[in-house]
């Protein structure tokens, strides 16, 4: 016996088991002229048990379709000799209904892998989806910290700009007396420059926690970098006179 099964790539038969050894080349070339001459098509169509000759009309072979209510699956050959025919109805019937449920069983099979992969993608899917989540919600807490940090922000912003209301109106009421000392006034002076720094800072700080309208202007890269390089020299600890890379 051998039996051929239908390739799920091109819907082609190929002979997936023979016995006993040594006659699948046999097999195969009767098989090979079935399907040239159309036998093979008509057992198919039949599904039912059908005896053929083989090329020689030594031998007889038997057909039996494996097929479900959805497709065909494969085919069952049998080889038997002259004075072997005598095949009892009873025993065709039962081998019918054993190919029929072989049939069945292959596509259960068939249907079993693929929710096994369809099982898979979606442990796979949930996994991505799962990180992605992960991910979002660590975005998601930072951005909240930084909100908060921005609300923060711009409170001092607000409270130290008022401060610096107090010192810059103070300076200036000052800086408008009359026989004023040169080196007040000079100091006065450098409290407005001072303020007005400050007051660049605060800037800054409501700019940082969205209270205040960013405008874009073009911008000095020298004087900026020299501003940067004072606050930088403060904030960045040194090493031995030369400032740490971090």
């Known amino acids: 016996v051998s039996f051929y099964l239908v390739n799920e790539e091109n819907s082609e038969f190929y002979m997936s088991d023979c016995k006993p050894e040594g006659f699948d080349r046999f097999i195969n070339a009767e098989i090979e002229n079935a399907i040239e001459s159309g036998t093979f098509a008509w057992a198919i169509r039949e599904k039912r048990p059908l005896f053929i000759s083989t090329m020689d009309g030594s031998k007889k072979l ?4 494996l097929t479900t209510a959805s497709r065909v699956r494969g085919m069952f050959v049998g080889v ?22 072989s049939a069945n069983a292959l596509e ?5 892998g693929m929710v096994k992969d369809i099982n898979l993608q979606l442990e796979k899917t949930v996994a991505e989806r799962t990180e992605e989540l992960e991910i979002s919600l660590t975005q ?16 001092v912003a607000h409270d130290f700009n008022n401060i610096l209301t107090a010192i810059t109106i103070a300076s200036e009421v000052n800086l408008q007396e009359k026989k004023l000392p040169v ?9 407005l420059k001072a303020s ?25 890269l020298n004087s900026l970098t020299t501003e940067l390089n004072k606050m930088l ?11 740490r890379p971090t």
Do not use: C, W
């Open 183 to 191: 080196h007040v006034a000079k100091n006065l002076n450098e409290i």
């Open 80 to 101: 038997l000799t002259y004075g072997e025919m005598d095949v009892p109805l009873v025993s065709l019937s039962l081998m019918s209904i054993i190919l029929l449920h």
């Open 140 to 155: 998601l807490r930072h951005a909240q910290k930084m909100e908060a940090l921005g609300r923060l922000a711009g409170g």
């Open 62 to 65: 038997l057909l039996h379709v």
């Open 233 to 243: 020299s403060r904030l960045i600890p040194t090493t031995r006179g030369r400032v």
């Open 196 to 220: 007005e720094r400050a007051a660049g800072l605060t800037h800054q700080l409501l700019a940082f926690s969205r209270k205040q309208v960013v405008k874009t202007k073009l911008l000095n």
């Open 108 to 112: 259960s099979f068939e249907l079993y």
